[in-house]
């Protein structure tokens, strides 16, 4: 392979997303798995999972010193070094040790931590790399790869777990080896991200910021968000959006997990891992591709109400699997997780329209909104509350709760002329 191959985009951002999605997808999805795995309830469980995405929001805090470092190459391998460490750490504990969950909790935020700081540093080393009308070519590539690894993390490596589980008849054996493979599969990445990564080009110098600098300069950016018009009718309709899928994103796999006594499915980890992690990831990345292209063709604005209509739409797949349960159906479950997350990744681009005018072009190569500080800020407390609101209302009542935010979101739109606000501020 020539030199000028190797370092081609199309090397190096496949290596560089999957390095970034593996353990992210550990941290976001393969985590709440293990909570309930291992004892938690799925009102603790909630509450981790919607913790760990803190780092998400705080890294932003960090954007003014990262975006002026030249060294973004050096950055990138010592962060991968230390999330493969924190990697290895969950299988050695996990192997060795009788597993708590807050232990357990606390590797996985340490590795969230990372793995805020992975993505906010191979943003901005694509950005550097890569020519403003370049980066829109590679945005493709940068999704396949990304929803790639996410099939292999979170849904061929889960259900070889739940074969680990009945092979080694032990939770903590199945979760070792697991994590063990997912370490594994992710030092590969950081070994070919040595190889295939580039100094990025036109070095910068920069006045030298300490961590108050950086800290207060965000602060600024923040009083230029709020001095912004309507900004606050904005973020209540974005809220109010995304209010359903922020309660269905932990109690789903609450819902499939638990036993039929208690309202769930009674699913095994295998069928998790196919349903959710493999059909249902499929589903989102086309939902996302298709609502894009939509977008892309049709107009931001012109498409706004489609996108959320739609988005509303992704609970009714929950509703009526708990209403009319078909255990050991796995052909139904599969086509209602593929409804459900393919009307979730459609309608997440309604983000397209929001994110722009709060955060200007800050995040305009991300292809994750799960991982812009604004949108995660306005999920995390809806998670961390859906496992209580679950136990409490019943999974019928609760899921009916979520199909119903849908026209209350609508009129929030409506009442707060959001499509007008962001058209005249276009």
């Not at 959320?308 to 009526?320: D, K």
Request: net charge positive.
């Amino acid at each position: 392979m020539s030199t000028r191959k190797l370092y081609s985009p199309w090397v190096w951002i496949p290596t560089l997303c999957a390095a970034g999605e593996i353990p992210s997808t550990v941290v976001m999805f393969v985590a709440l798995i293990m909570f309930m795995q291992f004892g938690a309830t799925p009102v603790v469980s909630s509450v981790c999972g919607a913790l760990l995405f803190l780092p998400w929001v705080t890294k932003s805090y960090f954007y003014s010193k990262v975006s002026k470092a030249g060294a973004f190459k050096r950055y990138l391998h010592i962060c991968e070094s230390l999330m493969f460490l924190c990697l290895m750490g969950i299988a050695v504990y996990i192997a060795y040790a009788k597993v708590h969950v807050w232990v357990l909790f606390s590797f996985l935020f340490v590795l969230s931590c990372f793995c805020a700081w992975h993505e906010l540093l191979a943003r901005l080393y694509y950005r550097r790399m890569l020519h403003p009308r370049q980066q829109p070519l590679f945005m493709g590539t940068k999704l396949l790869s990304s929803q790639v690894a996410q099939v292999i993390t979170y849904g061929v490596l889960i259900i070889v777990a739940g074969f680990f589980e009945v092979f080694f008849r032990s939770y903590h054996k199945a979760w070792a080896m697991e994590s063990s493979l997912v370490a594994g599969g992710f030092l590969v990445f950081l070994v070919l991200n040595i190889i295939v990564l580039q100094n990025p080009k036109q070095m910068e110098r920069y006045r030298h910021e300490t961590l108050v600098d950086t800290v207060k300069n965000e602060l600024h950016v923040l009083s230029r968000i709020q001095q912004k018009p309507h900004v606050l009718p904005i973020l209540l309709s974005l809220f109010f959006l995304l209010l359903p899928q922020a309660l269905m994103f932990n109690t789903r796999v609450f819902f499939l997990l638990d036993a039929v006594e208690q309202g769930g499915l009674s699913c095994s980890v295998q069928d998790v891992g196919f349903a959710q992690g493999t059909i249902g990831v499929l589903a989102f990345s086309i939902g996302m591709a298709w609502g894009r292209t939509m977008m892309k063709n049709n107009g931001l604005q012109s498409m706004f109400w489609t996108a959320a209509v739609v988005l509303s739409l992704s609970p009714l797949s929950y509703v009526l699997m708990a209403y009319y349960p078909q255990q050991n159906n796995m052909l139904l479950l599969c086509c209602m997780t593929f409804f459900a997350q393919l009307c979730f990744g459609f309608g997440l681009n309604v983000c397209r329209v929001f994110v722009p005018y709060i955060s200007e072009q800050r995040y305009r190569t991300t292809t994750n909104f799960l991982y812009v500080p604004v949108v995660v800020s306005l999920m995390i407390l809806p998670m961390a509350l859906s496992g209580w609101l679950a136990c409490e209302l019943g999974y019928h009542i609760f899921f009916l709760l979520c199909i119903a935010m849908a026209p209350v979101a609508w009129c929030v739109l409506g009442i707060c002329k959001t499509k007008k606000i962001l058209t005249e501020n276009d």
